[in-house]
């Protein structure tokens, strides 16, 4: 009797240890499949035109290799370094070197050049002139009030044969540093952003190429006295210690690439300058 019911549990327990380890009639249980892949995210900040029309032309090619490319659109030069540096975005593309090296040391930002992409000419317009030399005495000029783009734009105005720089003054120069100034001109400091809008106040407006587009004029045909060979390159920034990231060296090869460059010169037609 006692082996009977010795027998009765063990077949009992061993049906229950089938049950635990898969059951089924002790048939495993097949493993959840694994999740695809997923791709690795990269938020980039950028002015619209052309920083943003360049990230989204390459945007296909970069989900091809595993990278969702999201453009975070800005209007003004601030928010996208203090928004790379607080972590809100992995990359921004909108400035150029010196602006990107004076707001580091102004605002104690960790932020390095990843990559150079392009060129965009500063130029000088009018909507009252049609010549800059018969700009008149007194005449009211609109230029940047942001960092090294204020001096960059005296210096053209010096190349333009408007005003001299005082010796030694160059990308850092303000209207306090001019040695002669003959046309008496008015020097008027705005935001960038709305120096096309100062068009209608003013009697000229320095304006960078990027705003410059925005506003419907073309720094080719448009713009009285423009930029020659320009070395202010836009480019992409990042984090310090993030430059060897792999989804953000791919975003730097995308973007100068022959296609790149094609589209560059096809749509902006010199305008908008590749710097590779």
Do not use: W
């Not at 549990?9 to 049906?15: D, G, I, P, R």
């Not at 089938?18 to 690795?40: F, N, R």
Request: net charge positive; glycine share 6%.
């Amino acid at each position: 009797m006692k082996k009977f019911i010795y027998g009765i549990l063990s077949v009992a327990m061993a049906s229950m240890l089938m049950l635990g380890c898969g059951g089924d009639g002790g048939k495993k249980t097949a493993a959840p499949a694994a999740p695809a892949d997923k791709k690795v995210v990269v938020k980039v900040g950028a002015t619209p035109v052309p920083h943003a029309e360049l990230l989204n032309f390459v945007k296909p090619q970069l989900a091809k290799e595993g990278v969702d490319l999201q453009v975070i659109e800005f209007t003004d030069y601030v928010k996208p370094n203090l928004s790379l540096s607080d972590k809100e975005l992995d990359a921004n593309f909108f400035q150029h070197i010196p602006f990107l090296e004076k707001t580091c040391q102004e605002r104690n930002l960790k932020l390095v050049v990843l990559d150079k992409i392009h060129i965009e000419p500063m130029g000088c317009y009018s909507k009252k002139y049609k010549d800059i030399k018969s700009l008149p005495n007194g005449a009211k000029v609109a230029i940047p009030n942001d960092p090294t783009n204020g001096g960059r734009s005296l210096m053209l105005l010096e190349a333009a044969g408007l005003l001299k720089l005082k010796d030694g003054k160059g990308i850092t120069a303000t209207p306090n540093d001019l040695a002669a100034n003959p046309k008496n001109l008015k020097i008027i400091e705005v935001e960038s952003a709305t120096l096309p809008r100062a068009l209608d106040d003013t009697d000229l407006a320095v304006i960078n190429s990027n705003f410059a587009m925005e506003a419907k004029l073309n720094p080719v045909k448009d713009s009285l006295f423009i930029e020659k060979d320009s070395p202010y390159a836009n480019v992409i920034a990042v984090r310090t210690g993030d430059e060897k990231r792999p989804e953000l060296l791919k975003l730097a090869k995308a973007l100068k690439t022959p296609e790149v460059k094609k589209f560059i010169q096809d749509k902006y037609k010199g305008a908008v300058v590749p710097a590779f």
